[in-house]
């Protein structure tokens, strides 16, 4: 059996050319792979493409977690839905690095998905009806099927995906824990590799097959999150704490629910 | 006397929509507070993939928040039973079937039911897309829940928007602080005033024109 295993964070993206294009998960703090993700700031890869979810300010420590934000130095470009969040500055935190010759792609949600699913399923691209009369069309092909508009969308490849999982067997078979699944199995699919950290390693056998969400098949590095490894549950607290001393955040976060 | 709704109240009419069995994505503001006021049997959806999730984490009980499960804001949320987690090519495919109902809030709706709710920048950096393009486009009903008019009296109901739209020709219903009003093929009707208030004073603070309703009453909760 080819083991996928790897000792170190830092040994999983030794690899990593400057110029990689990398899709990672983030949903806020959670969802993250923040050990993949400081291993390549620790690196110092550059003119990297960052694909993700949700890209916004790393507004705490980082010797407790690490949001997609702590690579923008080492950026080339950013592709996200999410560049900010309204009520703390939209992409404000972004626009030095924009200034500098930083690349910014946006797109609905639900777009970023499909074009991940187009390049894992080797379509050439799709045809959206999402973002047709808005601000999106621009410099996009558009074509009327069946007497409604779609933009012409062309898919994503990553070269790699950094993904948080719950539990992998040494095969890879994956799986994730609430809505930390999210972009995760499609972004797994559409990389060339695909690096996951993880909160256990078993057997081969001792996932149900039923239960496995990303067959192994799309793993190929695994690395185990050691105790003092970050985005821990205790680490967690941690930034909770830091994060109900910004006002703004505590209101968004776990105010009344406005 | 002359009252606008309070958020709360907003939140409440617009819950009014749902029933049994309805599916329901909440955007952030004012639709957050709609959970607050839905009939039995109502399930919320994330897009980052869950459906049917509890009661959402306050300031007072942190220490049992789990990461693991996330809102459509982005605030912590508690597993509930019949809860189903799944990726988001699945939730995209609920969202964009027409299977679920979306509350958002907005910051313009033209008079043909335009929306405009993710930028007021006018580039990429203003604003946030997240999955309000896909809800708007994909919903079988899109309800907006915003105030009538901007802190500085300026409305947002217009003939055009003038903010980056997030979708075209997608809005079903309109909740203001003064007013319920429907987009329909014939233009914007206005079918519910806030108590106190007259049909006319709610066009003098609209851009778009009006149809008023015949049955036009006060906003019922």
């Not at chain 1, 993949?36 to 890209?55: E, M, N, P, S, V």
């Amino acid at each position: 059996m080819i083991n996928k295993i790897f000792a170190s964070f830092d040994e999983a993206v030794a690899d990593i050319p400057d110029g990689a294009v990398i899709a990672v998960e983030c949903w806020g703090y959670p969802a993250t792979p923040h050990n993949l993700i400081a291993a390549l700031k620790r690196k110092g890869t550059k003119d990297l493409t960052i694909i993700t979810h949700c890209f916004i300010p790393q507004v705490f420590s980082e010797e407790h977690a690490a949001l997609p934000a702590v690579l923008l130095p080492q950026m080339k470009k950013l592709i996200s839905p999410i560049v900010g969040i309204m009520r703390l500055g939209a992409g404000g935190f972004v626009k030095e690095y924009v200034e500098k010759g930083m690349e910014v792609e946006i797109m609905g949600h639900g777009t970023l998905a499909a074009r991940l699913y187009a390049g894992a399923a080797g379509l050439g691209g799709i045809y959206d009806p999402i973002g047709v009369g808005t601000i999106l069309e621009e410099g996009k092909e558009k074509r009327v099927i069946k007497g409604k508009e779609y933009l012409f969308q062309e898919p994503l490849k990553p070269d790699y995906a950094f993904i948080a999982g719950h539990k992998v067997d040494k095969l890879g078979n994956l799986v994730y824990r609430g809505n930390y699944r999210s972009d995760q199995p499609v972004m797994a699919m559409a990389a060339k590799v695909t690096i996951v950290e993880v909160e256990q390693i078993v057997e081969v056998g001792d996932i149900d097959p039923e239960h496995v969400i990303t067959p192994g098949i799309f793993v190929d590095r695994i690395v185990l999150i050691p105790p003092d490894g970050l985005g821990t549950p205790e680490k967690g607290r941690a930034v909770i704490d830091q994060l109900t001393q910004i006002e703004s955040v505590r209101d968004l976060l776990f105010g009344k629910a406005d | 006397m002359k009252q606008r709704l309070d958020r709360d109240t907003m939140g409440m009419r617009a819950a009014k929509e749902l029933k049994d069995g309805d599916c329901v994505n909440l955007g952030f503001g004012i639709p957050t507070l709609c959970a607050l006021y839905v009939p039995d049997g109502v399930r919320f959806e994330t897009e980052a993939g869950l459906l049917g999730y509890g009661r959402l984490v306050m300031a007072d009980e942190i220490d049992q928040a789990d990461w693991h499960y996330i809102d459509a804001s982005g605030r912590f949320c508690t597993p509930a039973p019949g809860m189903a987690i799944f990726d988001v090519v699945t939730s995209f495919a609920m969202i964009r079937s027409g299977r679920l109902i979306s509350i958002m809030g907005g910051f313009q709706v033209s008079e043909r039911g335009d929306l405009a709710n993710w930028n007021t920048g006018g580039d990429a950096l203003g604003g946030t897309i997240g999955g309000a393009m896909d809800l708007a486009v994909g919903s079988r009903m899109v309800i907006i829940t915003m105030e009538h008019t901007t802190k500085e009296g300026k409305p947002r109901i217009v003939k055009k928007c003038t903010y980056p739209l997030t979708a075209k020709e997608s809005v079903d219903l309109i909740v203001t602080d003064l007013a319920v009003i429907e987009v329909t093929p014939g233009g914007l009707l206005l079918k519910e005033v806030a108590p106190g208030w007259t049909a006319d004073e709610i066009q003098g603070l609209t851009e778009a024109e009006l149809i008023i309703s015949p049955d036009l009453k006060e906003v019922e909760l």
